[in-house]
């Protein structure tokens, strides 16, 4: 079963426009990582956020943790084309060393 | 760093023969997994390894699947005999491990793509 639920399964925005991606996992972790996967290509690390951290940032990356509530958040502010892609959270589970769950994905799509 | 090589890229097989699938991590690194990826199930992680050692395999879905990774260097996921319904994206993905915890990011290779007729 998958860890990690993320919410919208799929969100399309005007170019220039915040987009918001929200995952929620089932039980206590190590870190928490998103990941983008283009089209056909293999999945591309974007940012680690580690249990006793609340938030991160990179670039126009913003990553929010709130382990009480066991969600995370991703804010890509200032779209861009480039940024269509399939975004992931991952779980890094504390009961169980190294074991990387990934959850169903948002697809977000940017209209120019 | 080549990054994770990952081969054949594609592979078109009949149903009830044997696949192998083949990763070269990156160097250095000492956690090792692979995924499958369909539309219906997402992201699923498979096996992975701990310096050479099988740590969980509870994703396999049945004995046809089997995995090997015998040096640091490269693993193998078979499919004996393949099915339709083994028809998917399969990643592998290397990390750096300290302890109990990955320290970092997983680097992924480009992934096998097996249709099963």
């Known amino acids: 079963s998958q860890q990690g639920e993320e919410d919208p399964q799929a969100l399309s925005i005007q170019e220039g426009e915040n987009a918001t991606m929200n995952c929620s996992y089932k039980?206590?972790?190590?870190?928490l990582q998103w990941y983008r996967q283009n089209s056909g290509r293999g999945l591309v690390h974007l940012i680690l956020i580690r249990s006793n951290e609340r938030e991160k940032h990179s670039g126009r990356l913003r990553v929010t943790l709130d382990t009480s509530k066991k969600s995370s958040s991703l804010l890509i502010t200032a779209s861009r084309a480039a940024d269509t892609a399939s975004y992931f959270c991952a779980t890094d589970l504390y009961s169980s060393a190294s074991k990387i769950i990934f959850g169903s994905g948002t697809r977000l799509s940017i209209r120019p | 760093d080549a990054g994770v090589i990952q081969s054949p890229r594609h592979e078109v097989t009949e149903m009830g023969q044997e696949v192998t699938l083949r990763c070269k991590p990156i160097?250095?690194?000492?956690?090792l997994f692979w995924y499958r990826q369909t539309m219906m199930r997402g992201l699923e992680l498979l096996i992975y390894?701990?310096?050479?050692?099988?740590?969980?395999d509870s994703g396999m879905p049945e004995d046809r699947f089997s995995a090997k990774m015998p040096n640091a260097s490269f693993s193998t996921l078979k499919i004996q005999p393949s099915e339709p319904r083994d028809s998917a994206v399969y990643f592998c993905?290397?990390?750096?491990?300290?302890?109990?915890?990955?320290?970092?990011?997983?680097?992924f290779g480009e992934g096998s793509r097996l249709t099963v007729l």
């Open positions: 390894f701990n310096n050479n050692v099988p740590i969980d």
């Open positions: 039980t206590s972790i190590n870190n």
């Open positions: 160097s250095g690194h000492n956690s």
């Open positions: 993905a290397s990390s750096l491990r300290r302890g109990m915890v990955v320290t970092g990011e997983l680097f």
